[in-house]
């Protein structure tokens, strides 16, 4: 029985069995929604509201046509016509709709529900339909948010750390739902994130009174004024009015202007030292400030920079000169010794600029406590008016020399004069730590600005993109971004102008520019070398490339870490490097000339290579070569790796027993790949492959080119085979073995015999298996392959079970076991391998009537491949059903069966589905679900056509027989439909089910036929 999944939260999406349906027309689309949700509508009903303007006789020719068109797209009828005025869905099939599942229990579906119903979908001249939307939307959002305001009570009085994420979720939903930021703010402060109580209470105060006119709850207050208390410490402080518009930065905002306010009322002064990494939003909190703070204060502020670090006092300088024009403008008389002292010292008396570090220390009559008494005198003469903020920006790139006077003038500062300094923290100055002591004097406040967390990068992208972005951008965003300010408003903008695909803006090009402009060569050498990489990159790799000791570029991998242009990650494999943000890597790489990406790619993939020699089997190098071969423009050693990584996934996917050692399956990433996928990836090889072969024609290239051709018709046939494509299928895994021979690619011939093997096996014949396996044990021999002789003496064994000699295949069965298990003290152990023999050798104990121990070998190879989920399981656990349903445990039978059924649905195989299907369709039988069992019979016969199995023709003749004769005395209506559907009597369902059953690994079932049926 196939599936049909509907998801009608959010953007409709309809899917059968794994595949999208795509229905044309708005209307059409309209009236499959409607009848999906009502089950059962009228004739009349739908044609007035999808097609209200037409004639009444239109109007049905426009049903009738709306009805063909969508029992076309779906594989059976979906709608039901049981008389000429009603439509019904058809009950036979499964419909799973994630809006009647939320309607059933929403307290317990919440996850269902995602955004509105039917999001985004709208026809026109239908005003009936669109009526209908909108009330159930309405009914759905207000269920929505009742239990999930009723989850999120439960949820906070039972400590669930989960609150957060479903709170988010309603907000989402309803931004102004009070109760969501009750819990939410009382969360956080159980929590003691004062900070985030903060930033919340200002967000939903804003939202409020812009939006409303209203301010928050009582409750919402106090939880605010709570908190403020705690900060200030049980002072007394004046809430903050002021909107801050950039989202999050409220409590760092309610710090600094604490600290003015203080400085204003003379309560006390404590400076300001902002610090956070590059484009984290320091100098926008810092313009704010001055935006809200310019009626109250002189401002001065200078900005410093790398290129003066060697000149002393340049950052004094520009204070100076700033200073100077204030006094100039306001005629006020300088301080004492101003001309004489300072403009000597700090300017040459002919140009006009500052000395060096070199010249200033020379000076005779140089002393710092000049200097520092006239600018107090300064500062106090040009305060009178206003009290006065000194900024510094980027005090990270100051001199020694300024950073020392600036610390003797916070310590010593009257009341007229505060500090406010900006710090990039990742530039590795330690400047920060220089002024701790400082801040244990309570003569500084050291405030740190953190990214954005998920959350806050939400809640400010959808406040700038509303609903142009969805779940995904919003997530494509926050891993670009990372939560930093600059590359967050930077990657907003390119999806607010459809730019997303362009991965760096031009914006962000010309900081990044500037960013790099100062590191040296060896360092841009390590950048470049790491932005060509496929993903991460080891340490070891690295070195390997640039060919060098670790300890050469040991200090310029520290510093491009303080930089945090990279960071470091250590693993079980060693020091992994990476770029701290996508946009660097894309920027580096951006500036590479193409033959330099082509030289790097090429070294790259050269390395991996002798990497991939060691390891045959790592899937993950295979994607590297690929990616690095592409970028080379290397078209053969692109389409070779292509190739590889196609074997790689059908090996597991195709394969009945694939040939992977435990260390494969640890590693590889469930590779389960949909049919329609590898004919896409088929037909594109294939394409390339005939493109190659035109083009590359010189004579060094045939040998490579053969031998990737060779590869791919071997994926290609073992492919056919599989999905019961026999003629061409084995006709082009003979060429494979045709074309081994001749070019003496000894392990492609043996795998050609393998799959031909299989494939008599998949067909019941006998003779076609023994002629190949004859022929693989010669040539594995030969070559000396002893894990290949360990999979052809299993294949020896399943012959001799087909033929019916058990005694010799169990024997050939435990030598294949005693190779595997030998092989495992020189190389990694084969699961798969011995599984599949303990499977065989269960299939002899359930022919000779001993169940208990044939589950007991079932178990065993299920054990040892649970972990894998490899394609055989399923054939383990439709054996180990089967012989659960002979000895009458009807409970652990089905268990089994959809556990096999759950693999087979991943793999999108072929392989053994009739014989599900038809133990499904007796397992809904036995529980009078007739429907389901009806359903799961005919796709069993469906399946049966395709890869015209005699067993598998026997066993569903076998289900057959025992459902027509338990089911001659059932007067259940809804069995009348399977009583219609097998025309013929038991007998006969049973004598062809004797015919077809293998009387050697099928006695069991036949044994039980002749038990409960009599001749």
């Not at 939903?173 to 929590?191: G, H, Q, R, S, V």
């Not at 087979?904 to 195989?909: A, G, I």
């Not at 023709?953 to 025992?962: H, P, R, S, T």
């Amino acid at each position: 029985m196939h599936n049909i999944i509907c998801k009608f939260f959010g953007y409709p999406k309809i899917r059968e069995d794994e595949k999208d349906i795509h229905i044309p027309s708005g209307k059409l689309t309209a009236f499959l929604y409607y009848i999906l949700m009502k089950k059962i509508v009228s004739r009349d009903e739908v044609a007035g509201m999808f097609w209200a303007e037409s004639t009444e006789e239109n109007a049905k020719i426009s049903l009738r046509n709306a009805l063909h068109k969508i029992r076309k797209t779906f594989k059976s009828d979906i709608i039901l016509s049981p008389n000429k005025s009603i439509l019904v869905l058809n009950e036979e099939i499964n419909i799973d709709i994630d809006v009647k599942k939320f309607e059933q229990d929403p307290y317990k579906n919440l996850d269902l529900y995602t955004e509105d119903f039917l999001k985004g979908f709208y026809i026109k001249d239908a005003i009936e339909f669109d009526y209908w939307c909108t009330e159930l939307n309405s009914f759905y959002r207000e269920s929505f948010i009742k239990n999930s305001e009723k989850k999120i009570k439960d949820m906070f009085e039972n400590k669930n750390k989960n609150i957060e994420s479903l709170i988010s979720k309603l907000l989402s939903i309803d931004n102004f739902n009070e109760t969501a930021y009750t819990y939410l703010m009382k969360f956080y402060k159980i929590n003691n994130r004062y900070d985030k109580v903060i930033n919340e209470y200002h967000h939903l105060h804003k939202l409020m009174n812009e939006e409303l006119g209203i301010n928050p709850s009582k409750e919402i207050e106090n939880i605010y004024n709570e908190s403020i208390k705690f900060i200030n410490r049980n002072k007394n402080n004046d809430k903050d009015k002021v909107a801050f518009e950039y989202y999050s930065r409220e409590y760092e905002y309610s710090i600094i202007q604490k600290n003015l306010d203080d400085f204003q009322k003379e309560r006390a002064i404590k400076s300001v030292f902002v610090t956070g990494e590059s484009g984290v939003g320091k100098t926008i909190l810092k313009n704010h400030i001055i935006e809200k703070n310019n009626e109250k204060f002189i401002f001065y502020e200078v900005f410093c920079y790398k290129i003066e670090e060697r000149f002393s006092f340049s950052p004094w300088t520009k204070i100076i000169k700033l200073l100077e024009n204030d006094f100039q403008k306001n005629n006020i008389k300088r301080p004492y010794l101003w001309d004489q002292l300072l403009k000597n010292i700090f300017f040459d008396s002919v140009s006009s600029i500052q000395p060096s570090v070199a010249i200033v220390e020379t000076k005779e009559n140089f002393n710092m406590d000049l200097i520092y008494s006239t600018l107090s005198n300064a500062f106090e003469l040009l305060s009178f008016a206003k009290k006065m903020i000194i900024i510094f920006e980027d005090i990270q790139w100051a001199d020694l020399a300024s950073i020392n006077l600036l610390i003797r003038l916070i310590l010593n500062s009257n009341n007229q004069v505060l500090f406010f300094l900006t710090e990039s923290n990742e530039m590795g100055k330690n400047i920060e730590n220089i002024f701790l002591p400082l801040k244990d004097l309570e003569k500084i406040s050291i405030v740190e600005l953190k990214r954005f967390d998920r959350r806050e990068v939400e809640i400010i992208t959808k406040k700038i993109l509303g609903d142009k972005i969805t779940e995904e951008g919003i997530e494509e965003i926050y891993k670009k971004s990372k939560g930093n300010a600059f590359f967050l408003r930077e990657y907003i903008e390119l999806f607010k102008n459809n730019e997303k695909n362009q991965n760096i803006s031009s914006k962000m090009y010309n900081i990044l520019d500037e960013k790099f402009s100062n590191l040296e060569e060896q360092e841009l050498n390590i950048l470049r070398m790491i932005s060509a990489f496929y993903g991460d990159v080891s340490l070891d790799l690295l070195l390997k490339i640039l060919d060098v000791k670790a300890f050469d570029i040991l200090k310029s991998i520290n510093l491009l870490s303080r930089l945090n242009i990279i960071e470091e990650k250590k693993e079980d494999t060693g020091i992994i490097l990476r770029f701290t943000y996508s946009a660097f890597k894309d920027y580096i790489y951006s500036k590479l000339s193409e033959s330099s990406k082509q030289i790097l790619n090429k070294e790259i993939a050269k390395i991996l290579k002798i990497e991939l020699s060691n390891n045959t089997k790592d899937i993950t190098i295979y994607n590297k070569l690929r990616y690095h071969y592409k970028e080379a423009k290397e078209e053969i050693e692109t389409l070779k790796y292509d190739v590889h990584i196609l074997n790689y996934y059908l090996n597991f996917n195709h394969e009945i027993y694939p040939n992977l050692d435990d260390y494969d399956l640890t590693k590889q990433v469930k590779l389960q790949i949909t049919n329609e996928k590898v004919l896409n990836w088929i037909y594109e090889i294939e394409k390339t492959l005939l493109y190659i072969k035109n083009s590359k024609k010189k004579e060094q290239n045939i040998k490579d080119i053969m031998s990737i051709e060779l590869l791919f018709l071997y994926c290609k046939g073992r492919y056919l085979v599989r999905i019961g494509s026999y003629s061409e299928g084995v006709s082009v895994i003979n060429r494979v073995i045709r074309y081994s021979r001749e070019s003496q690619e000894q392990n492609m011939e043996i795998a050609g015999y393998k799959q031909m093997i299989i494939y008599g096996i998949q067909i019941n014949n006998s003779k076609i298996m023994l002629h190949n396996i004859i022929k693989g044990i010669k040539v594995a021999k030969i070559s000396n392959k002893i894990s290949d002789m360990g999979v052809f003496y299993r294949l020896y064994g399943v012959y001799y079970l087909m033929i019916g000699e058990t005694k010799s295949a169990e024997a050939l069965f435990n030598k294949s076991i005693s190779i595997f298990l030998a092989l495992e003290k020189i190389e990694s152990k084969n699961s798969i391998s011995i599984a599949a023999n303990y499977n065989y050798i269960g299939e002899i104990r359930k022919s000779e009537g001993r169940y208990h121990d044939a589950l007991e070998y079932f178990n065993s190879a299920i054990d040892l491949c649970k972990k894998s989920e490899a394609t055989c399981l399923s054939i383990f656990y439709i054996n180990a059903g089967k012989t659960n349903f002979l000895i009458g445990n009807y409970i652990e039978m089905k268990k089994y069966f959809l556990l096999a059924e759950e693999i087979v649905m991943k793999f999108d195989s072929y392989w053994r589905v009739a014989v599900l299907d038809s133990f499904l369709s007796l397992i809904y039988f036995i529980e009078r679900d007739y429907l389901s069992s009806l359903q799961y019979l005919k796709d069993a016969i469906s399946e049966r056509n395709i890869i015209n199995n005699s067993r598998d023709i026997g066993i569903i003749y076998f289900v057959e027989a025992i459902i027509s004769d338990k089911i001659k005395n059932e007067v259940d209506p809804n069995s009348q439909k399977i009583k219609e559907f097998l025309t013929e009597n038991s007998k006969s369902y049973y004598y062809n089910a004797i015919k077809y059953l293998d009387y050697v690994r099928d006695q069991a079932e036949i044994k039980y036929l002749r038990e409960n049926f009599i001749d």
